[in-house]
C-alpha cells in the first residue's frame, strides 16, 4: 500500500488516527508531500502522527519537523537502527540536546520500549530528561526481546507512557517441547491483558495504535487477505474497549 491507501483503508474502519512509522519513511519525502499527506488524512478526519527509527541527533530533528508539518503532538521513535546502537549515556545525551526543541515546539518525544534495552532504562530515559515532553510509547511485546514479560514493562513504563501500542500475542510450546514461539493474534484472542493496560496506562497517553504481528500465508494473496480480516476483527474489539 502506498501512504494514501493505508489513510483511505483506516478512513473505512472509521478510526481517527493513523502512524505512520519507518517503513514508509516520511523523511525521505519534502516538505510539500508530506503536507499533501497532513491534508488527505484531514479531509478524512484521521490524524497522523509520523514515527521513525534510529534516533541521531540529526534524524529526531527532522521528525521534530515533521510533527509540526503534521500538527502532532508527538513523534515516536525506535532509538535502534542500520549500523546504530548508542549505549545508554549516548540516548540521554541525545535527549538532553533536542529538549529545547521540543518544549519550543510543543512536541514530545515518544520513545518505543525496543529488544535491546531493558524497561528500567528506558524509564530512566524519560526520568532524567526531566520534561513533559518526553515520554514512552509503550509496545505490548516488544521487551519479550530483552528477557521482560509484560506484568514488568506495564508496572516500569505504563505510568510514562504517551503513546500506546495495543499487540495481541500468544506464547506457545513448540512442537518438540524445548521451546516456545511468540506469535501475533488477533486482539482479544490472545494473551494481552487490554482492560488492565488502559487502566494503567498514564493519563498523558495521547492515542492506542492496533499494530499486528501477522504470521504470513503460503501466498502473499493470503497473508493480505489475513491482514485485512484480522485488523477488521482487531479494530472493532479495541473500539469495544475504548468507548
Known amino acids: 500500500m502506498s501512504v494514501f491507501d493505508l489513510i483511505q483503508k483506516a478512513a473505512g474502519f472509521h478510526v481517527p488516527v493513523v502512524q505512520i512509522a519507518d517503513n514508509l519513511p516520511l523523511d525521505a519525502l519534502p516538505d510539500e508531500q508530506i503536507r499533501e499527506i ?64 521540543l518544549e519550543e515546539k510543543g512536541v514530545v518525544l515518544a520513545i518505543e520500549n525496543h529488544d535491546r534495552f531493558k524497561a528500567r532504562e528506558f524509564a530512566s530515559m524519560v526520568e532524567k530528561a526531566a520534561s513533559s515532553q518526553v515520554g514512552i510509547c509503550l509496545d505490548t511485546v516488544n521487551s519479550m526481546g530483552a528477557g521482560e514479560g509484560l506484568e514488568t514493562v506495564i508496572g516500569l513504563l505504563a505510568p510514562l507512557t504517551v503513546n500506546l501500542h495495543v499487540k495481541e500475542f500468544c506464547v506457545e510450546r513448540v512442537f518438540h517441547k524445548m521451546g516456545f514461539v511468540i506469535e ?46 484480522w485488523a477488521h476483527e482487531s479494530i472493532k474489539y479495541l473500539k469495544s474497549k475504548l468507548y
Not at 497532513?38 to 521528525?63: C, F, Q, S, V
Not at 492506542?208 to 503460503?218: D, G, K, R, S
Open 38 to 101: 497532513g491534508r488527505y488524512a484531514t479531509e478524512r478526519n484521521i490524524r497522523i502522527e509520523p514515527g521513525a527509527r534510529k534516533m541521531t541527533d540529526e534524524i529526531l530533528h527532522r521528525y521534530i519537523e515533521i510533527a509540526i508539518l503534521l500538527g502532532s503532538p508527538f513523534v515516536r521513535f525506535v532509538i535502534d537502527g542500520p549500523g546504530f546502537q548508542p549505549s545508554l549515556n549516548d540516548v540521554h545525551q541525545i535527549i538532553r540536546t533536542a529538549l529545547p526543541a
Open 184 to 229: 501475533g493474534k488477533p486482539l482479544g484472542k490472545g494473551m494481552l491483558p487490554l482492560i488492565e493496560l488502559l487502566e494503567k496506562v498514564s493519563t498523558r497517553c495521547r492515542s492506542a495504535i492496533l499494530e499486528q504481528w501477522t504470521p504470513p500465508e503460503a501466498t502473499i494473496e493470503a497473508t493480505i487477505r489475513k491482514e485485512a480480516d
